[in-house]
């Protein structure tokens, strides 16, 4: 104390600002409490070591903090590289990845045996919470063959699967047991296996599990209003509106935006898009006033102002 008796006035509070974020979550984290959040990991948060470790953490303080997050990834640049060394040509039409058996060997074995374990590690070094799974497992995912549809014309792009059935028991249990699961965006079929873009992986098992909510990580801001015009990102918009821009969008926001709208039109209250190259975007946009990215709601009940 000092000699006129004011070191109480006169002493710094450093922590007080964290003191303050922790109330602000306080809505949130009530809200949030008990409530399924499946998360789409991608973009460039897959690939830079930072937003890779931060991602990991802000999992676990949702798992910590009482929520029950389930990620589902992809690995789009890890499998182009992995076929580069192969000598495997990328190819793409649509949009998909033209999925040959030669190539769907290399994307079971990155994305399960590559991809996930990184993940899981990640995750893990913060308590024996994460577990990983693919598609395949326990008949998580069930797919049929997709068809990209390129000028009007039906097009076989191979191993490349459209999700027919989900059976949410293996993560359910997983969940109930306190853990967190990470799965391949991999499903098995009536005549074998198939490669399944993560957006449309994540928003099925979302829509499976009656979430609270879908994120699903990307590489902008969020849905810009009228790219390229204007770098003006939407805040939040209603199913139907979203329905409208579909066309307008740019293809590789259309699984994203296709995802996030079957989500909120099969049960998950809330569809977010998100930009993955924020350090902690996942608690920013949960749990404090100040999203970072697009939100997507179901479109009101009639009757509703």
Known sequence: MTADGTAGTTRKHTALPKARTLVEALPWLTRHHGKTVVIKFGGNAMVDDELKAAFAQDVVFLRHAGLRPVVVHGGGPQISAHLDRMGIPSEFKAGLRVTTPEAMDAVRMVLAGQVQRELVGLLNRHGPLAVGLT???????????????????????????????????????????????????????????????????????????????????????????????????????????????????????????????????????????????????????????????????????????
């Open 135 to 305: 598609g395949e497992d326990a008949r998580l995912m069930t797919a049929t063959r997709h068809y990209a549809h390129l000028d009007g014309e039906r097009v076989d792009i191979g191993r490349v699967g459209e999700i027919s059935a989900i059976d949410t028991g293996a993560v359910t249990a997983l969940l109930e047991d306190g853990r967190i699961p990470v799965i391949s965006s991999i499903a098995g079929g009536a005549d074998g296996i198939y490669n399944v873009n993560a957006d449309t992986a994540a928003a099925a098992l979302a829509a499976a599990l009656g979430a609270e909510t879908l994120m699903v990580l990307t590489d902008v801001e969020g849905l810009y209003a009228d790219w390229p015009h204007s770098d003006e990102v939407i805040s939040q918009l209603t199913a139907s509106e979203l329905e409208r821009l579909l066309p307008e969008l740019s293809s590789g926001m259309v699984p994203k935006m296709q995802g996030c709208l079957h989500a909120v039109r099969n049960g998950v209250r809330t569809a977010r898009v998100i930009d993955g190259r924020v350090q902690h975007s996942i608690l920013l946009e949960i749990f404090t006033d100040d999203g970072v990215g697009t939100m997507v709601v179901p479109d009101p009940e009639k009757g509703e102002a």
